[in-house]
């Protein structure tokens, strides 16, 4: 197991000069030491990708040991299971002859919001085309695959009988443990930017759970209705009565969710300047037949111009570009094109950083087809405004993934003993008003 704490292409932690069982403990301190100060830094904001709401636990009662996804699949499994239905093998063939689109092609096997934004394309095109019988017949057909991947996306997103069983419970801890120990920032410094891809609701379930207030960019009582003029506001308790004195509590973060979420619906006909609406109780059999964005935008880097894409983007764009910010980035691939060029531009501010939890990886290496991911490209740049902290995969789970990012780099400022102890008093409190 080889821990890595890179600055540019300096690894600080020197682990090629170190025993095993050197690197288990020893190398993990530098790392938390670092984060004691990325927390005290005055503008912070962490980027969710996919890889924090996938989580797996092993099968029971079977001679192998077999793991079972009960979190969010990132893209690779959905496509390849999507693409294995027997409700979608009747369109492979269609696809690959009109529309030379092929399944196996890197670009659609392992990323079906590849697939699904090629598949607006072609709507959009037909759509606005001459008609004539056998041209509505394909629009028809077209529409109906994406009718197929959507509601494929919505049953896997909205996890329904992991968590109607409980079996996501581990994954909700971690999002938990994570966002209560962002709470221990200094309460002086301006709250933190969460920033996601993901269409889930974990992290809104953590904080709901944990009494923590968010903006998400949207307003209302029983009706709530995206309103991006939200996030230039912050919740404060006045400290004086008899002056203006104001202070932003402490429990408080901004959320934005950059690619949609699997809540929001296109509401027509409502008298409001934004149709985006928020609903509380999302269920399959509620949104199957809705308008809801918890697939990618079609033509993602075009239609991210539209509300409320363009509004979270120029919020990121925002955020980015302020002096001395820092930006987490946890289970993201950079495998988007539209918010790498944002976090790309933001290196034009020399006291921009960026803290990458990930591995940078070459594949066959040193063979013709060398393929190296997008981190290793970040990490060829040798910028010591980059930081990439995580540990060589060989079987377990590496140190950057989200679980064991939260239980073993991020700080824990607080006491833990006491908040488990006052949320023991105020549960036993509820079973005595019964």
Known sequence: MNIFFYKGKENILDTERKSVAENNNSDI??????????????????LLGSGCS????EKEETEEKECI?????????????????????KYKRW????????????NFKTNLETFLSTLHSLSFYYSNSEKNELWEKTEKRINDVIKETRNFLLKKILNEDNIQNQLDKPLLDIYKQFYRKLLSRNSTLPRLNIFTTNYDLY?????????????????GGISKFFNPTIFNYALSEKMDLSQSKWSVIDNFFYLYKIHG???????????????????????FDTLKDEATMIYPTPLKYNASFGSPYSDLFREFQRKLMINNNILVTIGYSFSDEHINNLIFQAFTIPSFRLIIIGEPIIKNQGQENEEKNNIYKLFELNDP??????EKQDGK????????????????????????KMETTINNLKNLLK
């Open 203 to 219: 992290s809104e379930k953590a904080m709901d759970l944990l009494g923590i207030h968010y903006v998400n960019g949207f307003t």
């Open 54 to 57: 996938s989580f797996e636990i």
């Open 261 to 283: 979420s699997v809540n929001w619906i296109e509401s027509v006909g409502e008298n409001k300047l934004f149709k985006v609406k928020e609903i509380q109780e999302p269920t």
């Open 95 to 106: 696809l690959k002859l009109f529309f030379k689109i092929n399944l196996e092609e890197d």
């Open 397 to 420: 789970q590496p140190l950057h993934f989200f679980e064991r990012f939260v239980n073993e780099i991020l700080p824990d400022l607080t006491n833990e003993d006491l908040d488990k």
């Open 69 to 89: 996804q009960v979190g969010i699949p990132v893209m690779r499994p959905l496509a390849e299971e999507f693409y294995t239905l027997d409700i979608f093998s």
């Open 29 to 46: 301190k530098p790392i938390q030491d670092a984060f004691l100060k990325v927390l005290d830094n005055k503008n912070l904001s962490f």
């Open 385 to 390: 405004r980059i930081w990439i902290i995580g």
